[in-house]
């Protein structure tokens, strides 16, 4: 597999529907095969850097920083927040960035992948994906099936709950918290690299966008936007996930019509999809490329 040197990335802001000022980048040539990345919760769009540099340079790459996340606006009210504004956000980026005609591979991690499912009935979504690839994400039960907390009873679930909702600081930044929130998120296999990037994004992220995200988590429920993707999907687990463990990609690949395949299992793997099997990642998505851009006809 080809070794990407980033470069330069091209920065342009995108409005939402609502006027949410989107930070988007966009690196690669011009007329290359477009493949579009949404992060998960309490990152950024740096953590698709490890994918983005193991991709075929060849290829156009998309990323943007989720509302209230990195460089993109922060909403000032509860308004601002809901899957309706995560499609809004997401299909703005494809119409910003995937011209008219053209078509793209989309890809979601954790919320990212919450984002493709909300736009699964958006025309704007349909017209420009081609296929999308679903990682370490789910559309429901995400607080019951969590394995974050291993309580007993409903002290597990309170867990789960307050840790999404709570709009406190994460605590200073120091190798003890750092060491906590690999616990949580991240696979037994994950390198120094993956702890210290995670570590640094969910730290950098607001505690109130964070809360209130959280608290869209806490009650989620994708179902019926899931079946109305009818690109063709491949879905991701990994099989060390405590947030989204493999039952939420077994029970996507139930519902989502263009599901292709059985769950791809990564074992060792824990949330951090992107940051602990960037070259995994990469692979599959250059195949959905090769399989539904590159031998597609022109404006297909």
Request: charged share 20%; proline share 8%; net charge neutral.
């Amino acid at each position: 597999m080809a070794t990407r040197h980033p470069g330069q990335a091209r920065e342009l802001t995108v409005r939402s529907a609502d006027h949410t000022r989107l930070h988007v980048e966009v690196r690669g040539p011009e007329d290359g095969p477009t493949v579009v990345l949404a992060h998960c919760w309490a990152t950024s769009l740096a953590s698709w850097g490890p994918v983005v540099r193991a991709l075929d340079p060849g290829l156009r790459v998309v990323l943007y920083d989720q509302r209230g996340h990195g460089r993109s606006q922060t909403p000032l009210t509860k308004a601002g927040y809901g899957t309706d504004k995560l499609a809004d956000d997401l299909c703005a980026v494809l119409e910003a960035t995937v011209p008219e005609g053209r078509r793209a591979v989309v890809a979601g991690h954790s919320i990212g992948g919450m984002t493709v499912m909300a736009a699964g009935p958006r025309a704007a979504f349909a017209d420009r994906a081609a296929a999308v690839l679903l990682t370490n994400t789910g559309c429901t039960q995400l607080v019951r099936r969590s394995t974050a907390f291993p309580l007993p009873g409903v002290l597990g679930y309170l867990g789960a709950q307050a840790f999404l909702r709570t709009t406190l600081p994460m605590g200073p930044a120091n190798p003890v918290t750092a060491a906590a929130l690999a616990h949580l998120v991240l696979g037994g296999r994950a390198d120094r690299r993956a702890r210290r990037l995670t570590a640094r994004m969910v730290h950098a992220c607001e505690p109130v966008a964070r809360g209130r995200w959280g608290r869209v988590l806490a009650t989620l429920e994708l179902d019926d936007s899931a079946r109305r993707i009818t690109a063709p999907t491949v879905v991701v687990a990994g099989g060390e996930d405590k947030f989204t463990p493999p039952w939420h990609a077994h029970h996507m690949v139930d519902l989502i019509p263009g599901a292709d395949g059985p769950v791809v299992e990564i074992p060792g793997v824990g949330h951090m999809g992107p940051l602990e099997a960037p070259e995994a990642l990469a692979e599959l998505l250059e195949k959905l490329v090769a399989d539904h851009l590159e031998a597609a006809p022109e404006g297909a």
